[in-house]
């Protein structure tokens, strides 16, 4: 069975400061994805990586920016974090195998940013 | 662009009821098709999905989904809910020439009465 582990369930920030938020895969997936969560707006894509060191953005990239120095870790950093940042952030990851193949997620990250 | 529209954003119903929750997409092409729940404190899980084949297909735990191209929809539905299919659903939609990123519907919440 997949499993994606977020590093943390909840996070308590301040504004201004640099945030990482960390997600490892155990499944040998190609795929990864950063998504933030929030009422009546769905998911959100910010960034995803189809390999080591490639990265694209999504549809919010602004104000965060992500690594991918191994295969199974995908990290999301806040360079500067502000309160509109407070929200849950999803990781996922996905096998490029077509795509049908379905996205596994992690529990999420539940960021506040004060 | 792709979009993915879900019509209910909430549902109330009492045990044994049906439920039907409407998803529709706009794009012209080939689809893999998806739908995914979220129980209350759990991560995000793949109910079923489309990708060719028999358009009506069957997921976990009673639910099933049926493509009709013409409609461009993918609804799904389950002919009695229990307490435990209280939950958010979301629908979600790639396409075969691009097929690493999916689009999102907002989600229908599901609040299943005792």
């Known amino acids: 069975d997949v499993k994606v582990t977020q590093s943390s369930r909840y996070l308590v920030k301040r504004t201004g400061e640099k945030v990482f938020l960390e997600c490892v895969q155990d499944?040998?997936?190609?795929?990864m994805f950063w998504y933030r969560q929030d009422p009546g707006l769905g998911l959100r894509l910010i960034y995803f990586?189809?390999?080591?060191?490639?990265?694209e953005k999504g549809d919010i990239p602004e104000g965060y920016s992500v690594s991918r120095e191994k295969k199974e870790r995908f990290s999301l950093i806040l360079e500067s974090a502000s309160t509109n940042q407070t929200s849950m952030y999803l990781c996922?990851?996905?096998?490029?195998?077509?795509?049908?193949?379905?996205?596994?997620f992690g529990d999420g990250t539940r960021l506040s940013i004060l | 662009a792709q979009s993915v529209s879900q019509h209910n954003h909430h549902v109330i119903l009492s045990e044994a009821a049906s439920l039907e929750l409407g998803c529709n997409y706009s794009y012209g092409g080939t689809v893999n098709l998806f739908w995914y729940v979220q129980y209350p404190g759990q991560h995000l899980q793949l109910l079923l999905k489309y990708f060719s084949g028999d358009p009506l297909v069957k997921g976990i735990k009673g639910f099933e989904a049926e493509f009709i191209k013409s409609k461009f929809s993918f609804n799904l539905r389950k002919p009695s809910v229990q307490w435990s299919d209280t939950a958010e659903y979301f629908c979600?939609?790639?396409?075969?020439?691009?097929?690493?990123?999916?689009?999102w519907g907002l989600g229908t919440s599901l609040a299943v009465n005792p």
């Open positions: 990586s189809y390999d080591v060191k490639m990265k």
């Open positions: 979600a939609v790639n396409n075969a020439g691009n097929n690493r990123k999916l689009i």
């Open positions: 499944m040998d997936h190609e795929n």
């Open positions: 996922a990851s996905t096998a490029y195998r077509g795509g049908n193949q379905p996205q596994h």
